[in-house]
């Protein structure tokens, strides 16, 4: 059972790269068509060119990128410690980003929202693996 949680891990990875791609490809070219912008309140402005569009001096989206590169290295090589660490820094990271959005920008990023789905789903798959890591070696 273990094995489809990595493989459903590198799955999620693999998403959670192409929606940080997709957002970091929206920063930096700013296309002229953005289908994650629907009206005022629903679009991605917020983090391709709002005050969330950077965090710490770099690029949020990159930061995500890097996050889903480390959580999909974590899958390949069958690090549960190594994903749940990163999927638990994902998600606060994440959730600190929701926070900036609704409650003080009030507006909703459709890709972040599937960023957050993504990234809970590797962490409570996360959590399954570290628990069927523990129970086989106790010393771990």
Request: hydrophobic fraction near 55%; charged fraction near 15%; aromatic fraction near 12%.
């Amino acid at each position: 059972m273990g094995e489809k949680y990595f493989d459903w891990i590198k799955i999620l990875a693999g998403f959670g790269i192409f929606l940080a791609l997709f957002l970091l490809w929206e920063q930096l070219f700013r296309p002229s068509f953005q289908p994650c912008n629907i009206n005022a309140t629903v679009n991605c402005d917020a983090v391709i060119s709002g005050v969330v569009a950077k965090t710490l001096g770099i690029p949020t989206p990159l930061i995500g990128l890097v996050g889903y590169i480390v959580i999909l290295i974590g899958a390949f090589k069958k690090n549960a410690k190594l994903i749940l660490a990163m999927a638990a820094f994902g998600l606060s990271f994440c959730l600190y980003i929701a926070y900036r959005e609704l409650f003080e920008l009030r507006v909703v990023c459709p890709v972040c929202i599937l960023c957050q789905i993504d990234m809970i789903t590797v962490f409570i798959l996360g959590i399954l693996l570290n628990r069927r890591t523990s129970k086989k070696d106790p010393i771990a």
